[in-house]
């Protein structure tokens, strides 16, 4: 059981924007950064956004995140077939002393 | 470019032992922390161990704590992780991962090692 909350799948069709929630508490998202990778098939996870919302080079800025409170989101914006992969909510969890991941959330574009 | 290139992952009868090594090149290797991050077959992302430089400062995941041990040799640019006490459920592809500020977020992971934790 992850301790970030997201919801196992979302779709959407190309061109639509679309979010995908992250749900946490107050020793991780609560008081800390949030970030988001993106695992496409048969890969190693891909570091997407940073500190809440910092892209690294590359990442097209149809990406991005919001966070308010414990809860954390990323939006997409004009959804591409390249985007179907699964996405990793992450933050720092003080009472841990370490990261947290969700469980994921495996986006198909239909 | 940064390069993470890890090895030794195997099949293990459960009890067993095994050590991971990630060789790291294209950045200053002391400059980072590192971290071993595991997942599952069909499941997500689990933060395993992490080291902030050659003397530690890091942590371990309880749920493998005191049987993992997580090291750096900062000679050859390298991250290890001792496994041993290995239980069915530690069967997971470990990746190795250099750290963004401290150990908050990983810009960088390998291709990762496939352990196998099996009778």
């Known amino acids: ?64 995140c919001s966070k308010s409170g414990t809860s954390a989101s990323l939006a997409i914006s004009g959804l591409q077939s390249e985007d179907e992969a699964d996405y990793y909510c992450a933050a720092w969890d003080d009472s841990l002393n370490g990261p947290v991941f969700g469980g994921g959330t495996k986006l198909t574009v239909l | 470019q940064v390069q993470l290139v890890e090895s030794g992952g195997g099949l293990v009868k459960p009890g067993g032992s095994l050590r991971l090594s990630c060789a790291a090149s294209g950045f200053t290797f002391s400059d980072y922390c590192m971290a071993w991050i595991r997942q599952a077959p069909g499941k997500g992302l689990e933060w395993v161990s992490h080291t902030c430089s050659p003397v530690s400062n890091g942590n371990d995941a309880d749920s493998v704590k005191g049987r993992f041990t997580i090291s750096r040799d900062k000679a050859k640019d390298s991250l290890h992780l001792q496994m041993n006490s290995l239980r069915a459920e530690d069967t997971a592809v470990y990746y190795c991962a250099r750290g963004g500020y401290g150990a908050y977020y990983f810009d960088n992971w390998g291709q990762g090692t496939l352990v196998t934790v099996s009778s």
Request: some cysteine; hydrophobic content about 25%; aromatic content about 6%.
């Open chain 1, 1 to 64: 059981q992850s301790v970030l909350t997201q919801p196992p799948s979302a779709s959407g069709t190309p061109g639509q924007r679309l979010t995908i929630s992250c749900s946490g508490s107050s020793s991780n998202i609560g008081g800390n950064t949030v970030n988001w990778y993106q695992q496409l098939p048969g890969t190693a996870p891909k570091l997407l956004i940073y500190s809440n919302n910092q892209r690294p080079s590359g990442v097209p800025d149809r990406f991005s």
